[in-house]
C-alpha cells in the first residue's frame, strides 16, 4: 500500500502544545491532532511543515527540529508522519481553517483523544519532558 507523507508540528511553549480539532467529516475526524498536512510532489517534509503550520495556524515557524518519523497503517490508509518540534514561531496559533484548537498541557495528553498514529507522539513528547525534569 502506498503512503501518505504527512509534516506534522509540535507546537511546543513551556510544558504545553497547541493542537487541533480535527472535523467530524474527515479521516480519524472528532480526535485532536497535532497540526500540519500532506507533504506535495518533490517538497521537503520541513516544507511542507512551514506552508502547512501558516495555512492551517497562522503562524511562521521561525526554529523546528525532527522528533520523530512514524509509519502507521489505518487498515484503510497508510501514514508516514514526519513529526518535528516547532519552538520558535512568530503569530499566535489559530484555527485559521475554522477548526477549534487549544493548548493543553503535555501531561495531559491522553492516547484516546488522539488518532492512534499519534501515540509514539505523545510517548516521544512525555519521554522528552521525564529526561528534560530528570535532569533539572
Given at each position: 500500500m502506498r503512503y501518505i507523507d504527512v509534516a506534522v508540528g509540535v507546537?511546543?511553549?513551556d510544558t504545553q502544545t497547541y493542537v487541533c480539532l480535527r472535523p467530524e467529516d474527515k479521516h480519524q475526524?472528532?480526535?485532536?491532532?497535532?497540526?500540519?498536512?500532506?507533504?506535495?510532489?518533490?517538497?521537503a517534509p520541513e516544507a511542507a511543515l512551514v506552508?502547512?503550520?501558516?495555512?492551517e495556524v497562522a503562524i511562521t515557524t521561525t526554529f523546528c527540529?525532527?522528533?520523530?518519523?512514524?509509519?502507521?497503517?489505518?487498515?484503510?490508509k497508510c501514514?508516514?508522519?514526519h513529526v518535528f518540534t516547532v519552538t520558535g514561531f512568530t503569530g499566535e496559533p489559530t484555527g485559521a481553517e475554522g477548526q477549534p484548537g487549544k493548548?493543553?498541557?503535555?501531561d495531559a495528553l491522553h492516547y484516546d483523544?488522539?488518532?492512534?498514529?499519534?501515540?509514539?507522539?505523545?510517548?516521544?513528547?512525555?519521554?522528552?519532558?521525564?529526561?528534560?525534569?530528570d535532569n533539572a
Open positions: 507546537i511546543l511553549r475526524g472528532g480526535k485532536w491532532e497535532f497540526p500540519g498536512g500532506k507533504v506535495e510532489a518533490d517538497e506552508r502547512e503550520l501558516q495555512e527540529e525532527p522528533l520523530i518519523l512514524i509509519e502507521h497503517d489505518y487498515g484503510d501514514v508516514r508522519l493548548w493543553l498541557a503535555l483523544d488522539f488518532p492512534a498514529a499519534n501515540r509514539d507522539i505523545i510517548d516521544a513528547l512525555l519521554l522528552d519532558e521525564r529526561i528534560k525534569n
